[in-house]
T-cell receptor, first 113, second 115 residues
Framework: GDSVTQMEGPVTLSEEAFLTINCTYT??????LFWYVQYPGEGLQLLLK?????DKGSNKGFEATYRKETTSFHLEKGSVQVSDSAVYFC????????????FGSGTRLSIRP | ETGVTQSPTHLIKTRGQQVTLRCSSQ?????VSWYQQALGQGPQFIFQ???????GRGNFPPRFSGLQFPNYSSELNVNALELDDSALYLC??????????????FGSGTQLSVL
C-alpha cells in the first residue's frame, strides 16, 4: 500500500544553518504531497504542498519539490531560526482515496541559538 | 488558532470501557476527519464524514465508530478500549469532502490514556 518514509530525528542544528529533511514515498498514480508542522502545544498545520510532478511548494522560507522520478519530496530551508523548532511530517493523499492523508513518522527539529 | 475545538483535552479510561470524543468544526466546514497519533508516530487516518455520511475509512476495527451531526460537529466513539488505544486523537475539518485535504484544519487533540 501507499506509504511515506522520512528521515528519523531528532535533528539538532544551529541558528542560520541549512536544513534538509528527507522524505520518500511509495504510491500508485499521482498522489498529492504535503509537509505538515506541529509546534509545541499546537495542532498540526499545513506548511506546504505540491499536487503534481515538478511542482515546488513553498512557505515561510521552506521549500520542497515533487520529484516523481525519485519518489521524493525533501524539505529544505536555507537559514533556520529558533522558532522553526517543531516536529515535521511528510504526508501524501493517495490518488485512489482522496479522503485520507498518510503521514510519515515525523522528524523532530531543534534549533540552538 | 484554527477554529477546530476538541473535548475533552485529556481523558483516562480503563481497559474494556467505552469513550466518546467530541469535535466542533471550523465554521462553515461540512467535512470532518479523525486521526489517531500514537506517541512518536505520525497520525493514522481513522475515518472521514461528509454531510453526515461516512466518506472513507482507514484500517481500524468496527469498535471505532463515528457520527456527524447536522451542525457538522462530530463524535468519535471507541468501544471495548484496549491499552493500545492510548494515543492523541485528532479531529480535522474542511469544506467539500474528499479531495480537499490541502485545506484541512486540525484541532489540538484529545489525549486518551487507557490503563
Amino acid at each position: 500500500g501507499d506509504s511515506v518514509t522520512q528521515m528519523e530525528g531528532p535533528v539538532t542544528l544551529s541558528e542560520e544553518a541549512f536544513l534538509t529533511i528527507n522524505c520518500t514515498y511509495t504510491a500508485t498514480g499521482y498522489p498529492s504531497l504535503f509537509w505538515y508542522v506541529q509546534y509545541p502545544g499546537e495542532g498540526l498545520q499545513l506548511l506546504l504542498k505540491a499536487t503534481k510532478a515538478d511542482d515546488k511548494g513553498s512557505n515561510k522560507g521552506f521549500e520542497a519539490t515533487y520529484r516523481k522520478e525519485t519518489t521524493s519530496f525533501h524539505l529544505e530551508k536555507g537559514s533556520v531560526q529558533v522558532s522553526d523548532s517543531a516536529v515535521y511530517f511528510c504526508a501524501l493523499t493517495p490518488y485512489s482515496s482522496a479522503s485520507k492523508i498518510i503521514f510519515g513518522s515525523g522528524t523532530r527539529l531543534s534549533i540552538r541559538p | 488558532e484554527t477554529g477546530v475545538t476538541q473535548s475533552p483535552t485529556h481523558l483516562i479510561k480503563t481497559r474494556g470501557q467505552q469513550v466518546t470524543l467530541r469535535c466542533s468544526s471550523q465554521s462553515g466546514h461540512n467535512t470532518v476527519s479523525w486521526y489517531q497519533q500514537a506517541l512518536g508516530q505520525g497520525p493514522q487516518f481513522i475515518f472521514q464524514y461528509y454531510r453526515e455520511e461516512e466518506n472513507g475509512r482507514g484500517n481500524f476495527p468496527p469498535r471505532f465508530s463515528g457520527l456527524q451531526f447536522p451542525n457538522y460537529s462530530s463524535e468519535l466513539n471507541v468501544n471495548a478500549l484496549e491499552l493500545d488505544d492510548s494515543a492523541l486523537y485528532l479531529c480535522a475539518s474542511s469544506l467539500g469532502g474528499g479531495g480537499t485535504n490541502e485545506k484541512l484544519f486540525f484541532g489540538s487533540g484529545t489525549q486518551l490514556s487507557v490503563l
